[in-house]
């Protein structure tokens, strides 16, 4: 008989785990079942949800940190039910939709008070998620947010969110595409304000529209095509059909091979222009990286071979984002640490979408040439700071080069006159008005974006290589085509670039 309750109660168990049943399930019908006294077993049995059955989502919306208010969301289909636990009101009245009310946070549980302050509730699927959303506006000490989260872990259909899952769940309702979700990224990191406006048009859809809008006129060309494979030679089918959508593919690829000769700049943009500072020893690299960054990043002593690792800063010039990074002087070295710190530099001006060569006046030669150290890594791109304009004699200076400036970091002769020309130069060369913002923001932000663009690319060259006699190759290749353009904004086949997009959010976003 013990066995047969046993192996009742473990089906009990399966079926509830199953079925996910909220409530609690009393032994009382398997008592009744095997006519045993109810009173030998003095305990009921709860279910509990795994994560994965919790579909409510709690986290910090906010930086954590001392400010004035902190944001606490929640979203899932229980998230009325967290407002009746943990939130406490003066009015007894229904629960009012997109309206702000004062109230006091408790503890579902103990119904300590937690904090006083505000709480509104967002009605799918007028909401960010598109699900229930709960939001509250409590004080932004550790403590109380500490408390508030920790009071939501005692909800047993309430789980953690996981990074980026507030959006992924905005994308899945529709209510984002993945350029909207990129872009949305992009102006919670932004930091200048061309990353700003960058950030905005897609976060806005102006760069979804622009992808759409390749990706319409190539399913265009492919139903001309696809209606001479459907309909036969005896159809009324207008002439020109084939010839009409190869010269429409001719001007999308010539459109989209536009797009991709932009020099990286929307990508640069989006991300910052990688500036190197290179020269010899005590020229005044880490000087002028001290000025850039109005402070004392870098330690500066007249002592050679001070600076012996890259250090790199995030700076705002002329509005545009800028990486720079502080190099080792370079010349030849017997020290086995300062060498390496050579090799990283050389291996950093290579890689740099800007290199900027700092030069002592003192180390020119008497024909003016550049110390030997530097003239080869000189070229007709590099930027040219000549440092310690003080100490050079009137009409003693001849060297010419596109980009230069002369300066004196001690004593500040040439600075405004650098700083004010290296900005313009930088606008100059990403096609930036004087507030850092284009005429036309580039389409492509992402690495990823460029690689569909590429593909898309490929696959209308294909087509145009068909003939008239391969129209069901040809459809393929402008049917491969619209699949790559609609990748960019998660139209089609996007299941392998989902967790490669949200697994870079914050965990409350």
Known sequence: MQCAVATAVRRTRHLTSCLNFPSRISFL????????????????YIPRRSDAQKATIYALSTPPGKAGIAVVRVSGPDALQVWENVVQRS??????????????IVHPVTKNMLDDGLAVYFKAPKSFTTEDVLEL???????????????LSHLPYCRPAEPG??????????????????????????????????????????TSARFEELRTGIIRCLAKIEALIDFSEGENLEEGVYDDARNNATKLLTTIRSYLSDNRRGEIMRSGVRLT??????????????????REAAIVTPVPGTTRDILELSLDIGGIPVIISDTAGLRATDDLVEQIGVERARKAIQAADIALCVVSCEDLGASSELPS???????????????????LKKDSFSVEHPYRWMTSLKTGQGTTEFLAGFAESLRSKYDLDQDGSSSEAPLITHARHRI??????????????????????????????????????????????????????????
Not at 91 to 104: I, T, Y
Not at 460 to 472: K, N, P, Q, W, Y
Not at 482 to 488: D, L, N, T, Y
């Open 137 to 151: 506006h409590i004080h932004s000490g550790r403590a109380v947010i500490a408390s508030v989260l920790d009071a």
């Open 277 to 294: 500072i290179f020269g010899p020893p005590n020229a005044g690299k880490s000087s002028l990286l001290n000025f850039l960054a109005r």
């Open 91 to 104: 009015s007894h009245s229904n629960v009012e939709p997109w309206r702000m009310e004062r109230c006091r």
């Open 165 to 206: 899952e507030f959006t992924k769940r905005a994308f899945l309702g529709g209510r984002l595409d993945l350029a909207q979700v990129e872009g949305l990224k992009d102006l919670i990191d932004a930091e200048t304000e061309s990353q700003r406006r960058l950030a905005l048009e897609a976060a806005g859809g102006a």
């Open 29 to 44: 019908s398997v008592h009744q079942q095997h006519r045993l006294e109810p009173r030998r077993f003095v305990h009921e």
């Open 373 to 391: 150290s530097v003239r080869e890594l000189v070229t007709k791109d590099t930027f040219m700071v000549f440092n310690k304009m003080d100490l």
């Open 452 to 509: 569909h663009l590429e593909s898309a690319a490929g696959f209308i060259e294909a087509f145009l290589e068909t003939t008239a006699d391969e129209v069901v190759f040809g459809a393929e290749e402008l049917r491969y085509a619209a699949q790559a353009v609609g990748k960019v904004s998660g139209r089609i086949d996007i299941e392998d670039i989902l967790d490669s997009i949200f697994r870079d959010f914050c965990i409350g976003k």
